[in-house]
């Protein structure tokens, strides 16, 4: 059942967004554990015949969210000025509240709901910049940031510090890589190169899992090096991590926390929440980077109000956690069982192709990176993105492909069983609507194609051979 909005006796919506306000109702949990036919049903709106090994981009909501986000809309439309004034706040809080209880913030007062990850950093890094422009920061101050950041995060970051003037330094991870070890050992040093000289590091930005490649960071241990260091603040993209890795914001203690509820917890696109510490004085200097009626009434307001759109999906966060709350041992027990499904496949597709996983299980979420046959050629981010979309249009296989462009120094190429350097990997996902039948169709189209002496080149366009 959706969660209602408020009748008109309920406290008004535009209150401070602080947690003041009646206390939100608990999640219901149904008495019955979800059944296989019923996980089917609720994913039946997935296009059928395609093999979607790739619920890490666009994430998947199931049609008992989908029909509570439908309600909400539809309360909306027909009586817009309500909607506004006696349910839009009110649902709002009751969805930040589920989240501050979900990752163990310290109040509700210290969850935005935004839309997504890519504005969580345009908040912290609007204000960094400013600090910049005022003074505060000193002109070649540094920031610090993951080679593997998020593209729009890395274009963020050169978009909003570099160009007030920061030092952008980057941490040069390994791939594939052994072990937690070898993170922290790259990260130590490229620290040592931000503070050089006596520069001051102001930011530290920090993936929990990565996207491309897929590796789960130990950021709990780096937050705690950057406290050593004297880092001022540490932000943690984690867009894949809510849903995928158990997340405590308190025990991982980080300044700013952002992740993704569409892509691993259930809700519609688009909605995120970004995470900050009340008793920080700059929790109060943030603000959402569209300005609108609510400015200076608190980061949570102003997020909750940014102009006339869908606030559907922030509000049926609830639904959400009524649907994990079907599985056996709730989100724990989903992100268990797909990491281990997840492991058992891409073990599968390794063996079959001769090759290895991108890193071991436990720096693994629901996805996993596995090297693709080294005779298929893959030599540049266009070549990785046109054998994606043949493996779409003429196999039905969704899955995103990398290409190791990077490697740190003195690390050497890895090679598949044939003695072919691995160059392309695929970053196969699992969610609870996969079946091992998605993951063979994957590994018989790759074997169709090396059986067949497919290489990438064949699908550049004339004249973009590869040079040597």
Not at 325 to 337: L, Q, T, V, W
Not at 413 to 435: E, F, L, P
Request: charged share 20%.
């Amino acid at each position: 059942m959706a969660s209602a909005p408020p009748d008109e006796s309920a406290e008004n919506g535009h209150g401070n967004g602080n947690g003041n306000g009646p206390s939100p109702p608990p999640a219901k949990r149904p008495r019955a554990v979800i059944s296989a036919a019923q996980i089917s049903a609720e994913f039946e709106h997935h296009e059928a015949g395609v093999a979607r090994v790739n619920n890490g981009s666009f994430g998947c909501c199931p049609a008992s969210v989908l029909d509570a986000q439908a309600r909400w809309q539809r309360v909306f439309i027909s009586q817009p000025d309500d909607f506004y004034f006696h349910s839009l706040q009110l649902g709002l809080l009751r969805s930040r509240a589920a989240v501050a209880a979900l990752v163990n913030a310290g109040d509700v007062s210290e969850v935005s709901l935004i839309d997504n990850a890519t504005t969580a950093a345009a908040i912290v890094l609007q204000h960094a910049a400013w600090s910049f422009a005022e003074g505060r920061f000193a002109r070649g101050d540094a920031v610090l940031m993951l080679h593997y950041a998020y593209g729009a995060v890395k274009k963020s970051i050169h978009a909003y510090v570099a160009r007030a003037g920061a030092t952008v330094v980057e941490v040069p991870l390994p791939f594939p890589v052994a072990s937690a070890d070898a993170i922290i050992a790259e990260f130590r040093a490229a620290l040592a190169v931000a503070k050089a000289g006596g520069r001051k590091v102001r930011l530290a930005v920090i993936d929990h899992i990565t996207s491309m490649p897929s590796v789960v960071i130990p950021v709990k241990e780096l937050v705690s090096i950057c406290r050593e260091e004297g880092v001022d603040k540490v932000f943690i993209d984690a867009a894949h991590s809510i849903g995928q890795v158990p997340v405590d914001v308190r025990d991982i203690g980080a300044d700013f926390y952002t992740s993704n509820l569409h892509k691993w917890f259930f809700c519609p696109p688009a909605v995120a929440f970004l995470h900050t510490r009340k008793d920080d004085p700059i929790a109060s200097q943030l603000h959402h980077p569209v300005v609108s009626h609510e400015y200076g009434n608190g980061l949570p307001m102003e997020s909750g109000w940014i102009g006339t759109r869908d606030y559907s999906a922030q509000l049926v966060v609830p639904d959400s956690i009524d649907f994990v709350n079907r599985f056996e041992g709730g989100i724990e027990g989903i992100h268990s069982h797909n990491h281990d499904k997840v492991i058992e496949m891409g073990r599968m597709l390794a063996e079959a192709w001769g090759t290895f996983l991108g890193s071991p299980p436990e720096l693994c979420g629901s996805m996993v990176m596995v090297g693709l046959p080294g005779c298929l050629g893959v030599e540049s981010d266009d070549d990785a993105l046109r054998v994606r979309t043949m493996l779409r249009k003429d196999f039905m296989v969704e899955v995103p492909i990398y290409y190791n462009s990077r490697r740190v120094e003195a690390q050497e190429i890895a090679k598949d069983k044939n003695g072919d350097a691995v160059t392309g990997y695929v970053r196969i996902s699992h969610q609870i609507y996969n079946v091992r039948e998605d993951y063979e169709k994957l590994k018989d189209a790759v074997n169709k194609l090396v059986a067949e002496g497919f290489t990438s080149c064949k699908l550049r366009p004339s004249g973009k051979e590869m040079v040597a």
